[in-house]
């Protein structure tokens, strides 16, 4: 996200506007409390006679990287049980890629992982993450068409133990966080694997496209609410000029970024750094 350059671009060789700042700003994805902030800091600053560019790039960063954690907390295994780990999303965020690359993330650290294809209403979303899963030798559990996806999960649980899998991945439908059946199904799908572990599911991850912005705070707010979230996977990040997203659930909902997606292939895919995120916003 390349947020210096534009607010440069827009501000070069003359005063701050402030309706065109906060323009700026709202444009970038940063949402309207953080917008609201940075914008106040900058005019409280009564010492300051002359507001420019640089200015509001010092607080711009300062007020962002203060909400941002540096460093989420990692996602460890379990003593003895697997790790469950639940992923959430509306369609065409990139959910079941995003499913193996965390998968392959894990592989990475010699972690075993198995596969719940518990989005049982789209039969290419099973045989997707089943290419994947035979791409990467992982092993999955699938069901039929239409299949109870909570029941899949159970099966997906009982097999992860006796296969002292440590991190279990369910790859759960997509669905419009509008659609109050559907949520209803996910709370189903928590509770059935809550009667296999109380704590499980250990990490519920929502997938979000950062191209869509402001779309994608609503199903924040709305997979919030509903189920509860642990943290975001962000795709989309290689080319979008996008990101601000990030700052405006953290800001918002208090929901950390936990990893970024940002290309096409399997390594494509990294823990969220927001040191790093500031640094190449600004």
């Given at each position: 996200m390349d947020l210096f350059k534009s607010l440069a671009q827009t501000f070069a060789n003359k005063p701050i506007d402030w309706d065109e700042l906060e323009e700026s700003l709202i444009r970038a994805d940063l949402g309207v409390s953080m917008t609201t902030r940075i914008i106040k800091t900058l005019q409280d600053r009564e010492a300051w006679s002359l507001i420019g560019i640089n200015d509001v790039v010092k607080v711009v960063r300062e007020e962002i990287a203060r909400i941002l954690p540096s460093n989420p907390a990692a996602i460890r295994p379990l003593n003895g049980k697997p790790k469950v780990i639940l992923l959430?999303?509306?369609?065409?965020?990139?959910?079941?890629?995003?499913?193996?690359?965390?998968?392959?993330?894990?592989?990475?650290?010699?972690?075993?992982?198995?596969?719940?294809?518990?989005?049982?209403?789209?039969?290419?979303?099973?045989?997707?993450?089943?290419?994947?899963?035979?791409?990467?030798?992982?092993?999955?559990?699938?069901?039929?068409?239409?299949?109870?996806?909570?029941?899949?999960c159970y099966e997906a649980y009982q097999a992860a133990v006796k296969r002292e899998i440590q991190f279990l991945i369910c790859d759960t439908a997509g669905r419009m966080h509008t659609k109050t059946n559907l949520m209803a199904e996910l709370k189903k799908v928590k509770r059935t694997l809550g009667k296999q572990d109380q704590d499980a599911p250990h990490e519920t991850l929502l997938v979000v496209d950062a191209t869509t912005g402001g779309n994608a705070l609503s199903q924040a707010r709305e997979f919030q609410s509903s189920i509860g979230l642990t943290g975001l996977i962000v795709t989309k990040l290689d080319g979008s000029g996008k990101g601000g997203i990030i700052v405006a659930i953290q800001e918002e909902l208090g929901v950390p970024t936990r990893f970024i997606g940002t290309g096409e292939k399997i390594d494509d895919f990294a823990p969220f750094d927001g040191r790093e995120f500031v640094a190449k916003m600004l």
């Open positions: 959430l999303g509306v369609n065409g965020t990139g959910k079941t890629t995003s499913t193996a690359k965390l998968a392959h993330y894990f592989q990475q650290d010699r972690r075993r992982v198995l596969l719940a294809a518990a989005d049982t209403f789209r039969a290419a979303a099973i045989e997707q993450l089943g290419i994947w899963a035979e791409r990467l030798g992982v092993e999955m559990i699938r069901g039929q068409y239409n299949a109870d996806p909570a029941a899949l």
